[in-house]
């Protein structure tokens, strides 16, 4: 295990962490850089622990562990206390091949088998050496139970088929009522469902409420900033708004004018490390 972690100076000004809260800027720093991570980026860590290094009670550990695992940046199974981050072998991979060797032995020790799968399948995007990475591991899908014991109580609850097709007519009748509307909740559910995916239920019910505090054009700001930042996870969008809300843009106007002024801001900045004769 190595003794540090390499942090890409880029991580502050990325889009997704700059719209974090503080809180959560640290936790999602604390997960990288904890003394328990590994190259492969799956590492088991007790909750203790965690509360322990960050100084968080339980409540804290556990709002925050599901907020990014709705964010789609962790994965996380209770039974086993392992967390695996997304895409921390995208950035973090090394052509080398004791970096591989070290992987492949990681990989071994994981008990959760849907994140090695889920690794597995990151990999074959990447075009990684599959033949040194997963030397002598078996991949295969946990049955039903499994997966529901090993999702440690975060994963959707099974709701039966008549439940579902009742959410998807519900949700179809909405979007249908709004569509034509072009002032109304209806573009934002179609820009949505273009760029998101089709919303559930839930999103719709969270795009309503957000609609009676925010012009529809706010919205469809945030959709657009979790488009650009690749952020496929509704909560991202949830929560570009609910710091835009905690400074007050609730406009077009207001946010443009926020835009404006930290764009000018970071000019001056740039301007300041000028070399002047």
């Known amino acids: 295990?190595?003794?540090?972690?390499?942090?890409?100076?880029?991580?502050?000004?990325?889009?997704?962490?700059?719209?974090?809260?503080?809180?959560?800027?640290?936790?999602?720093?604390?997960?990288?850089?904890?003394?328990?991570?590994?190259?492969?980026?799956?590492?088991?860590?007790?909750?203790?622990?965690?509360?322990?290094?960050?100084?968080?009670?339980?409540?804290?550990?556990?709002?925050?562990?599901?907020?990014?695992?709705?964010?789609?940046?962790?994965?996380?199974?209770?039974?086993?206390?392992?967390?695996?981050?997304?895409?921390?072998?995208?950035?973090?991979?090394?052509?080398?091949?004791?970096?591989?060797?070290?992987?492949?032995?990681?990989?071994?020790?994981?008990?959760?088998?849907?994140?090695?799968?889920?690794?597995?399948?990151?990999?074959?995007?990447?075009?990684?050496?599959?033949?040194?990475?997963?030397?002598?591991?078996?991949?295969?899908?946990?049955?039903?139970?499994?997966?529901?014991?090993?999702?440690?109580?975060?994963?959707?609850?099974?709701?039966?088929?008549?439940?579902?097709e009742a959410k998807k007519e519900i949700y179809k009748k909405a979007a249908n009522k709004e569509a034509n509307n072009t002032d109304g909740i209806g573009l934002v559910i179609c820009e949505f469902n273009k760029n998101m995916g089709e919303a559930a239920l839930e999103d719709i019910e969270k795009i309503a409420a957000f609609a009676e505090e925010f012009d529809n054009k706010v919205i469809l700001e945030a959709i657009y900033e979790a488009v650009k930042y690749k952020a496929k996870s509704s909560a991202y969008i949830w929560s570009i708004l609910e710091n835009w809300k905690s400074l007050g843009l609730i406009t077009m106007d207001k946010l443009k004018k926020y835009r404006n002024i930290k764009k000018e801001s970071n000019k001056c900045n740039a301007d300041a490390y000028k070399y002047i004769e």
């Open 1 to 164: 295990m190595a003794t540090y972690r390499q942090i890409q100076t880029s991580f502050w000004q990325d889009g997704f962490i700059m719209e974090l809260t503080p809180e959560e800027k640290y936790f999602y720093f604390y997960l990288m850089t904890n003394q328990k991570t590994t190259q492969c980026g799956i590492f088991e860590i007790p909750r203790l622990i965690i509360e322990a290094e960050t100084g968080y009670n339980g409540e804290t550990v556990d709002k925050l562990i599901k907020r990014f695992v709705d964010y789609g940046k962790i994965l996380y199974c209770k039974e086993t206390k392992e967390i695996m981050i997304v895409n921390w072998i995208k950035y973090n991979f090394i052509n080398s091949k004791n970096t591989m060797l070290c992987i492949n032995k990681e990989l071994k020790k994981v008990k959760n088998k849907d994140f090695v799968n889920g690794f597995y399948k990151i990999c074959v995007d990447m075009d990684y050496p599959l033949d040194i990475i997963f030397k002598g591991i078996n991949l295969y899908e946990n049955s039903d139970s499994e997966k529901e014991e090993l999702s440690g109580g975060l994963q959707a609850p099974c709701n039966d088929l008549g439940e579902e």
